[in-house]
């Protein structure tokens, strides 16, 4: 008799399984972009103040890191939630569709600013995108306009007005959006602008272009730092010759350690980066695999509410108060409408 009581009770606890299936997890995991890390990390908190739920789990890998743990497939071993600094490209979307991640949320969610920092001690800096792009690139023209590494060893050399300093650049590696956007926002028009790329796009429009794709020098003049901006910050308190390049809101963090070079006459301040005034300044993204809402980790619809909330993302939110830049007010609403309903992004 004990026996089937047993078995029935068993028989009983298998269909309570089968009819309220167990979610995969019990906490949504982020990874993603540095530069969105810092905000991330405070709605996370918020997030599991507030829900009932344990506080998401956010990781920083970078922006082409994150995605392509993000678009690595469906189940509980792969991140519900990417954040970008960049927009997802549509060979991204391809792999992810490739490998079954096919309802994709995306939440414009802010701006934000790429500074050109230095620390506090140092003089303040003036320069152009133009004189960025002959500072760092790995190959520029020489007096006869053909392509020669780098030659330009102090800034002095781009430009007499310039610090007659040697150049050092510390800044992201391939893998981060920042890296990708400074290419975009610097290095390509900065190359595009010089008048022997110009000439040489009439003759070789192939090659002007692989000259403009972004290749940044070896030779020390820019380092690849990893995605640890604050350790950047600390290397600049260090040697104030030096120079660091991330994103807006670590300056803002660190304003008493490190100051922004005015990039075409602008400084990097909070209304110029919003205004679009500022030349180097970008969109900031957030995608959610719905996927994974819930069946494998719990609320990420109620993760994206918090997201959306005014106190979240609004001109007086709680992450304006760290240096996030909000998208204006129409664009917030958008943006907040289409991510509640979960709007997918349309997929090649």
């Known amino acids: 008799m004990l026996k089937k009581t047993l078995i029935a009770a068993a028989c009983l606890a298998v269909a309570a399984t089968i009819a309220t299936p167990a979610l995969a997890r019990d906490q949504i995991r982020v990874v993603g972009s540095s530069t969105v890390f810092p905000f991330a990390t405070l709605v996370a908190q918020s997030f599991g103040r507030t829900s009932g739920l344990k506080t998401p789990v956010v990781e920083s890998t970078g922006t082409g890191g994150g995605i392509r743990l993000f678009c690595a497939g469906i189940g509980d071993a792969h991140p519900d939630v990417v954040n970008a600094s960049r927009k997802i490209t549509a060979a991204e979307l391809t792999t992810c569709k ?194 994974h809402n819930g069946t494998i980790a719990p609320g990420l619809d109620k993760f994206v509410t918090e997201w959306t909330e005014e106190k979240t993302w609004g001109t007086d939110g709680y992450l304006a108060d760290k240096g996030f830049i909000p998208l204006p007010t129409a664009e917030r609403t958008t943006s907040r409408t289409d991510a509640r309903a979960m709007k997918l992004v349309a997929i090649p």
Request: net charge negative; glycine share 8%; charged share 20%.
């Open 98 to 291: 490739t490998n079954g991640v096919t309802e994709i949320v995306e939440m414009k969610i802010g701006f934000d600013g790429i500074v050109v920092a230095s620390a506090r001690a140092a003089a303040p800096l003036a320069i152009t995108i133009p004189q960025l792009w002959l500072a760092l690139a790995r190959e520029v023209p020489n007096a006869q306009g053909v392509l020669v590494p780098n030659p330009n060893r102090m800034w002095s050399d781009i430009d007499r007005a310039l610090p007659n300093k040697r150049i050092e650049v510390m800044g992201p590696p391939p893998t981060s959006g920042t890296r990708d956007a400074f290419v975009e926002l610097v290095m390509t028009p900065g190359c595009s602008a010089h008048p022997a790329i110009v000439a040489l796009r009439t003759a070789d429009a192939a090659k002007a272009t692989a000259a403009c794709a972004g290749a940044m020098r070896e030779d020390g003049g820019w380092v690849d730092a990893g995605e640890n901006d604050i350790l950047i910050v600390r290397k600049l308190e260090a040697n104030p010759d030096a120079f660091g390049v991330f994103g807006f809101s670590f300056l803002e963090e660190n304003a008493d350690k490190v100051q922004g070079a005015a990039v075409a006459g602008v400084k990097p301040t909070f209304d110029d980066i919003a205004s679009g005034k500022y030349p180097v300044s970008r969109p900031l993204f957030v995608y959610v695999k719905k996927q």
